[in-house]
């Protein structure tokens, strides 16, 4: 299934993508079940479950160490699970990786890239490999490659190698594509670039699965997502549906570290929480919309303390705020 330069030079061909789903039209892309593995004692992955819908982009977000590369590789076909089932567009992508090959694209890391090979030479190579590409010329200016095509690989900056990888990943016109971090390390001009190809592909019908611990990318991009961690999805659901009802209020502020909130939550109305979210950056949840006399009822709390906030803003639960609230704000 990887896209990779060792693979066979034949052209690969794939039957038309309306024809796919056709037959599986309520089928998801990616189904996952009960998947464990391990290596040596450690349980990377412990009986996960997972399904991207056909046709949408799936974020699947977690903690470092939280088994989502595990779990991704598994579905490529890189690595072969202890126990439990996997379906990429209805096929096992270890049985089946010969034919799946043709149909998933997935962004090659440093370690696919070949170091000593000019850029548009990788492009125009995997493009070799199929029936019907992509216009090689169009994704180069469209993703401003162009502006590298004779720099080898190993020359190139972090975000131009992103920018390759994720067109060698979707050059193949896939069914459906494993996107990680496709937007890491890119200005905003590239990033814009990135979000609005992403968005392309999913209005055309491909399925997207995006790995990332962007959460503005999260935001932007995923119609689904799913949250991971040790070893098992621990949330998921639309935006919408993890961040809670529209009219929920999440206010945040900045201030001297360390603060005694006891006096101020009782003044914050029924079922508001306050606490400090990180040193210094403090954030106040309640069920209920914003209005006047909560941020009155902040600022007059701050002023009898002799406290200066700075930064105050009030907006919805964002996914950051779920992320956190579920994976803790430790390091890992």
Request: aromatic share 4%.
């Amino acid at each position: 299934m990887l896209n990779s330069f060792r693979a066979t030079k034949a052209v690969l061909t794939s039957p038309p993508r309306h024809l796919d789903f056709v037959l599986v039209a309520d089928s998801p892309a990616l189904e996952v079940r009960d998947l464990v593995k391990s290596y040596g004692g450690y349980l990377a992955v412990v009986g996960l479950d997972l399904d991207a819908p056909a046709g949408r982009v799936t974020a699947v977000l977690g903690p470092n160490g939280a088994g989502k590369t595990t779990t991704i590789e598994s579905c490529e076909g890189l690595r072969r699970p202890d126990s439990g089932t996997i379906r990429v567009l209805g096929l096992d992508p270890s049985r089946d990786r010969a034919e799946l090959r043709a149909r998933v694209g997935v962004m090659l890391q440093d370690g696919g890239l070949p170091n000593g090979t000019r850029a548009t030479a990788v492009l125009g190579h995997v493009a070799r490999m199929y029936a019907a590409p992509r216009d090689v010329r169009e994704l180069t200016e469209r993703l401003g490659i162009g502006a590298f095509a004779r720099t080898t690989v190993r020359r190139l900056s972090g975000g131009q190698r992103q920018r390759l990888a994720l067109a060698t990943a979707v050059v193949g016109r896939p069914d459906l594509v494993f996107l990680d971090e496709p937007s890491a390390g890119l200005d905003p001009q590239a990033r814009i670039a990135v979000w609005d190809l992403v968005r392309e592909l999913r209005d055309e019908g491909v399925s997207v699965v995006l790995t990332t611990h962007d959460m503005t990318e999260a935001t932007e991009l995923a119609d689904h997502i799913l949250i991971v961690d040790h070893g098992t999805v621990i949330a998921s659901g639309t935006l919408a549906e993890l961040c809670g009802d529209a009219g929920s209020t999440a206010l945040t502020f900045r201030a001297p570290g360390g603060l005694d909130l006891a006096g101020l939550r009782p003044a914050l109305g029924h079922g508001a929480t306050a606490g400090e979210r990180e040193p210094g950056r403090y954030l106040v949840t309640r069920p209920t919309p914003a209005d006047p006399a909560l941020i009155a009822s902040v600022a007059t709390w701050a002023a009898e303390h002799g406290i200066l906030l700075t930064d105050l803003r009030s907006t919805g639960t964002t996914l950051e705020d779920v992320f956190l609230d579920l994976t803790g704000r430790s390091l890992r």
